[in-house]
Nanobody, 121 residues
């Protein structure tokens, strides 16, 4: 099992940047596909970025070119660098772990508690 704790959320103006962190404990996060999801009020939780154990990545079209997922296996931490933020990026962001490379929410076995990101216009 792995436990996940997100941090780094906050309030930022449009065009600004934030870096989210996901600290893993228990089993090493390097043995999982790690994904970042977000859920805005009244909307489905969606995968915005994912990275496989081998380093393959996925980005949702809405964040391509602006968000970057990375992992530091020595620190057992996964990051989401978010640049050029837009008001529509406002959501609760969740880190999650899966045993396969997927963007399907239901295939992720472990979840963090979420961190709020608010982008003001």
């Amino acid at each position: 099992q792995v436990q996940l704790v997100e941090s780094g959320g906050g309030l930022v103006q449009a065009g600004g940047s934030l870096r989210l962190s996901c600290a893993a404990s228990g089993r090493s996060s390097s043995t999982y596909t790690m994904g970042w999801f977000r859920q805005a009020p009244g909307k489905e939780r969606e995968c915005v970025a994912a990275m496989s154990r081998s380093g393959s990545t996925y980005y949702a079209d809405s964040v391509k070119g602006r968000f970057t997922i990375s992992r530091d296996n020595a620190e057992n931490t996964v990051y989401l660098q978010m640049n050029s933020l837009k008001p529509e990026d406002t959501a609760v962001y969740y880190c999650a772990a899966a045993t396969i490379f997927t963007v399907r929410r239901g295939s992720y076995d472990y979840w963090g508690q979420g961190t709020q990101v608010t982008v003001s216009s």
